[in-house]
């Protein structure tokens, strides 16, 4: 073979070579763009869907929640339902003349509470409207302020102006939307027209119970709930246990999280008997109140 030959015959070979290398290097790259990954490990098993936590209906607590006060001659009873299940936290301001069954006898829920005590109450109210209440708590005036502190302002619109005299104070809340911390709470519970109207106090007042309740729901955060629940576990006097908190930890932090208005409340209906001395829920509002305050089945 000449050297002429040898030197194309060279030259074909690398050229050849040097395509395939291009050829091999383009079809790797398109094969990688195309073909899928290949997994770690083929065995492994499809993963399980992720937990997503939700209450359940042995999470629900019905508690009758008794606010007192030496300048006032009767006390307020707050029936209040715990109910993540649903999302909900019904809560009725009941009058302190609401009738209950006493002793083979109709009686106020004041004086079955005057002669016996919040327990007492808490099983009365449960006979007359049917349905189970699980707790009491009973707090005054100063444990009522501390709670709210902890608890936070509510924003509300009120009807028309608060004035009055307490403790030697003048009192006086103007008619509006404004922003309501403890204290005014507190002056509005003891404003004397509402001793004497108890029904458009059940009214207001479970309108801006509701109200700070919504406005609020951050404290059910696992992060907050701790120190709320504590604060309040240590100033009043409850049949709650600090069991009945761990239990319920979970659901109220789920609570915390929705975005709707959870809290609502029931107006007292019904009619005063007895010259007004006593006052006879309606057949409709217990009903109404068994709907939402009652354990399922």
């Given at each position: ?13 690398a ?5 395939m ?50 300048s ?83 924003v ?15 009192i ?33 007042m ?14 059910a ?8 629940f ?40 019904g009619?005063?008997v007895g ?23």
């Amino acid at each position: 073979m000449s050297q002429q030959q040898g030197g194309k015959w060279r030259s074909f070979l690398a050229a050849f070579f040097l395509t395939m290398a291009v050829l091999s290097i383009v079809m790797v790259v398109t094969v990688l763009a195309v073909q899928p990954a290949m997994p770690k490990n083929a065995s492994r098993q499809p993963s399980e869907p992720e937990y997503v936590y939700r209450p359940q209906q042995e999470d629900s607590l019905t508690l009758l929640a008794i606010q007192t006060s030496p300048s006032e001659p009767s006390a307020n009873f707050l029936l209040l339902r715990f109910n993540p299940q649903y999302g909900q936290i019904p809560l009725s301001l009941l009058p302190p003349e609401t009738l209950v069954p006493f002793n083979q006898e109709q009686r106020s829920l004041q004086s079955v509470y005057e002669q016996k005590g919040a327990a007492a109450a808490k099983e009365a109210l449960a006979e007359r409207l049917g349905i189970v209440i699980d707790r009491y708590a009973k707090l005054d005036s100063d444990a009522f302020l501390r709670i709210a502190q902890k608890t936070g302002t509510v924003v509300y619109t009120l009807p028309y102006d608060i004035a009055y005299t307490r403790d030697g104070f003048d009192i006086h809340l103007s008619a509006g939307e404004r922003r309501l911390d403890a204290k005014d709470l507190l002056d509005l519970l003891a404003y004397p027209p509402f001793q004497r109207n108890t029904l458009e106090k059940s009214e207001l007042m479970g309108e801006v119970l509701a109200a700070l309740i919504n406005q609020n729901l951050d404290i059910a955060a696992e992060s907050n709930s701790s120190g709320w629940f504590l604060l309040a576990i240590n100033l009043v006097d409850t049949d709650i246990t600090y069991a009945d908190y761990e239990l319920r930890r979970q659901a109220a932090d789920f609570l915390s999280g929705i975005d709707a208005q959870v809290a609502a409340s029931f107006t007292a209906q019904g009619e005063f008997v007895g010259d007004g001395t006593g006052f006879a829920l309606s057949d409709s509002f217990c009903e109404l109140l068994r709907r939402y305050f009652q354990q399922a089945v």
